[in-house]
């Protein structure tokens, strides 16, 4: 079945700790993305890719880095995980040309003690 | 940058009663589009429904349907014969039209709640 995918769904951790959050989607599409949502309020982009070997920054800034090496993988990555980066991170991925719906993961709600 | 707004932060129903969410926005493009976005507690977030910018018709979608104001930028929501299912937070989203903006911009969000 075509899906979007998200590992793991809920992480507490250590601060300093390094940390990969798996994506993953089924559907082919070229275009995914990175959203960071904290409780209860918008949804904020911060890396997007457009196709293999392409990333790029959202509009929120962040310290994650992201790679995209395979067109169905897109994980995003923290060095060293602080507090701050308590958030809820979705996935989403999207055809290109004129399809122009996002589908989205289910989440990773991160929790940086 | 185009910049969607929320107005209501919050909104009630009645099972089975009608109620309609708010959503403005600002571009200065003439060539978009605009979602609705449902996101159930934990659950994951999926589109409601869209309307493209250059058609005219009111898109709608079976209890779910849309009133699309281009001049006046407004892009409202409205649930017919609400149901408890209903129950979720609603993002009001914009999209360009420029095949490389496929970027969304949320507002804020409306949390719903539906009484039985």
């Known amino acids: ?113 | 940058a185009q910049t969607v707004t929320q107005s209501q932060p919050e909104m009630s129903v009645q099972e089975a009663e009608t109620v309609t969410l708010s959503c403005t926005y600002d571009t200065s493009e003439s060539d978009y589009y605009l979602f609705w976005y449902k996101q159930p507690p934990s659950r994951q977030m999926i589109l409601v429904i869209r309307q493209e910018a250059y058609k005219q018709q009111n898109a709608t979608e079976n209890r779910f349907s849309v009133n699309f104001q281009k001049a006046a930028k407004s892009f409202s929501l409205k649930i017919s014969d609400s149901q408890l299912g209903d129950a979720a937070m609603y993002f009001c989203a914009y999209r360009s039209g420029v095949e490389y903006g496929n970027k969304l911009v949320f507002g804020a969000g409306t949390i719903l709640r539906v009484k039985s």
């Open chain 1, 1 to 113: 079945e075509a899906d979007i995918y998200q590992t793991p769904r809920y992480l507490v951790i250590g601060t300093g700790k390094k940390i990969t959050l798996e994506c993953s989607q089924t559907m082919g599409h070229d275009k995914m993305y990175w959203y960071q949502q904290d409780p209860g309020m918008e949804l904020h982009l911060i890396h997007y890719s457009y196709g293999v070997n392409s990333t790029e920054k959202g509009d929120l800034s962040s310290e994650s880095t992201v790679s995209r090496i395979r067109t169905e993988h897109f994980p995003l990555t923290l060095e060293s995980a602080r507090p701050s980066h308590t958030s809820q991170y979705l996935c989403a991925s999207s055809e290109s040309g004129a399809g122009p719906e996002q589908f989205f993961g289910p989440g990773t709600r991160l929790t940086v003690l």
